[in-house]
């Protein structure tokens, strides 16, 4: 249980410090690069809770994807986002705000977040549920919060192989950022699902059923005057930089743009992304 408290406020001070923060600095990319993953979710959002259905987005960032499901139902569902980081959080309510869209949006971890019993029609979740230090209690706790027969769909990665993009930076950094943190299997992190029979094996356990695990691939954009920025703020290569001296990050960023040469097609950066697309229901 302590190293389930210790990873667990592992993750809430990286995402409430400087992950959470360049993942708001880098929204509209983010946005624009994890839009193909969009249309699944709010496929399953419309067939499980319909125009006057609850919605729960689990790990929503900076709401993107619960401001997506609130405009596909309109105005008389109730979609709600819930994530561990204030400045993502923030964000999404400032955009919902902005854009008059009915969603709203909770600062807390799902994972022992006192959601009301049976609230919800459907859970979803883009790439925001493989951080929880026990995922099986995590989902429990969202099977709790869903009523019976509300669907779950979410979509994690798959592995590095599947991902060579996702881990160009750090393979092209590692001889100058020595001390980059080891990617392991079934931790806390971006791969933590890659295992189809762990996520099947974690549902079944937490109350799930007729769990079905199937791989969705994407071809993923975005500008190539970005990419300097995209890698420079984010993942292990972007936290890391923040504390090397310039001469050292000025070597790994070349590097680093070097590298990720075989993605860049005149003004675009293009990449295939391999993930799973999960689905399963509260029963």
Known sequence: ??????????????????????????????????????????????????PAGRVLDVGCGTGGTTLAAARRLGPAARCMGVDISEP????????AEREGTAASFVRADAAD??????????????FG?????????????????????????????????????????????????????????DEPG????????????????????DVDVRPFDAECTFPEGQLVGYFSRMGPVGQALREVDE??????VETVRAAFEPFVHGPEVRFTAGAWLVDARAS
Not at 88 to 95: D, K, N, T
């Open 247 to 252: 001469a050292t990050r000025t070597k790994v």
């Open 88 to 95: 993502m959080i923030a964000a999404a309510r400032e955009r």
């Open 190 to 209: 971006q791969f933590a699902f890659a295992d189809p029979d762990r996520v099947r094996s974690i549902l079944a356990e937490s109350g799930w059923a």
């Open 1 to 50: 249980m302590d190293v389930e408290r210790s990873t667990g406020d592992e993750q809430a001070a990286r995402w409430n410090g400087a992950a959470g923060q360049a993942w708001v600095e880098a929204q509209a990319v983010l946005d624009g690069l994890l839009r193909p993953f969009e249309a699944p979710l709010l496929d399953a959002v419309e067939a499980s809770a319909g």
């Open 113 to 126: 977040h006192a959601f009301e019993p049976g609230a919800f029609d459907a859970v979803v979740s883009r």
């Open 129 to 185: 549920v493989m951080f929880f230090a026990d995922p099986v209690r995590a989902f429990a706790n969202l099977r709790r919060a869903a009523r019976e027969g509300a669907g779950l769909r979410f979509i994690a990665w798959r592995g590095p192989a599947d991902n060579p993009f996702m881990t160009t930076a750090e393979r092209a950094a590692a001889p100058y950022l020595p001390d980059l943190p080891e990617r392991r299997p």
